[in-house]
């Protein structure tokens, strides 16, 4: 990614919650992230979809398995 000077920003997330528990969770994220590169230097619109399971650790919620999902 540094060496083919790649620049990816976020310009829309969402997020839909498929499934938890007080101690876990099932969730599925859409992003449009603007990229560049070295080779495409206008702004690329790339979409990704992903599949995130999160469990509970003290206070704060951890990503424990994330997929790409087509």
Same mark, same amino acid.
């Given at each position: 990614?540094?060496?083919?000077?790649?620049?990816? *920003?976020?310009?829309?997330?969402?997020?839909?919650?498929?499934s938890?528990?007080?101690?876990?969770?099932?969730?599925?994220?859409?992003?449009?992230?603007? *990229?560049t590169?070295?080779? *495409?230097?206008?702004?690329?619109?790339?979409?990704?979809?992903?599949?995130?399971?999160?469990?509970?650790?003290?206070?704060?919620?951890?990503?424990? *398995?994330?997929?790409?999902?087509?």
């Open positions: 990614m540094t060496a083919n000077k790649t620049v990816s *920003t976020v310009e829309r997330a969402e997020a839909a919650l498929v938890g528990d007080q101690d876990s969770a099932k969730v599925i994220v859409g992003v449009i992230a603007p *990229t590169n070295a080779s *495409t230097p206008q702004p690329e619109k790339k979409t990704y979809r992903l599949r995130l399971d999160l469990v509970k650790v003290g206070d704060a919620w951890k990503v424990s *398995t994330l997929d790409f999902v087509s």
